[in-house]
């Protein structure tokens, strides 16, 4: 069973330009959520997403902004990059309705904005 | 405000003797709690979990204790062995919640 695919694994933007990272959950889960990973903050949580309705979302500037297709693979997209958005982004699903469930994370798009 | 806090940024244990991480909890909203390894370029891989109506979970080498009324949990691994080596996280989250709340993590160092 495919784990959870995230592309790009790396890349590299300056300040002003935008971001889209695609995340491919597990087979048959239909919750993806996404986290923030920085050195000083540990992982922040972003948004979570279910059968492409956003169910919840994380302290995060709207420049942050996601969406799930109805095959449940999930994009979000960062506007306006800024230095502090430098960070591994890490696209996690679930195969339950409720967050009692374990996530499986993908392995994350580390963003360089310079 | 963090409402999970793993307070040691890092533990060194030798190879064949307990590791114990802690983390404590503020948010008396949070009835599930989780804890997540991981290693370098991997994203973070689930352990073990327990609920609020429970005290103690084990898993093999993997125990964790929950006191609530201190708001706080610990993993024990025992015997603790090299590949142990990973950054663990403690994360909670509570009902109707769809999202985990993490600690910043405890970066484990067993020594062979």
């Known amino acids: 069973k495919a784990g959870v695919t995230q592309t790009p694994r790396y890349l590299i933007k300056t300040r002003g330009q935008q971001v889209t990272l695609s995340c491919s959950p597990i087979s048959g889960h239909r919750s993806v959520s996404w986290y923030q990973q920085t050195p000083g903050q540990g992982l922040q949580f972003l948004f979570e997403?279910?059968?492409?309705?956003?169910?919840n979302k994380g302290n995060f500037p709207g420049r942050f902004s996601g969406r799930q297709f109805s095959n449940s693979r999930s994009e979000m997209n960062v506007s306006t990059l800024e230095l502090g958005d430098s960070a591994l982004y890490l696209c996690?699903?679930?195969?339950?309705?409720?967050?009692?469930?374990?996530?499986?994370f993908g392995e994350g798009s580390r963003l360089t904005v310079l | 405000d963090q409402q999970v806090k793993q307070n040691s940024p890092s533990l060194s244990v030798q190879e064949g003797r307990i590791s114990i991480l802690n983390c404590d909890y503020t948010?008396?909203?949070?009835?599930?709690f989780l804890w997540y390894k991981k290693y370098p370029a991997e994203g973070p891989t689930f352990l073990i979990s327990i609920s609020s109506i429970k005290d103690k979970n084990e898993d093999g080498r993997f125990t964790v204790f929950l006191n609530k009324s201190a708001k706080h949990l610990s993993l024990h691994i025992v015997p603790s062995q090299p590949g142990d080596s990973a950054v663990y996280f403690c994360?909670?989250?509570?009902?109707?919640?769809?999202?985990?709340?993490f600690g910043k993590g405890t970066k484990l160092s067993v020594i062979p």
């Open positions: 997403y279910f059968s492409e309705t956003q169910r």
């Open positions: 996690a699903s679930s195969g339950t309705g409720n967050i009692g469930g374990e996530l499986f």
């Open positions: 994360a909670a989250t509570g009902a109707g919640s769809y999202q985990l709340t």
């Open positions: 948010n008396s909203m949070f009835d599930y």
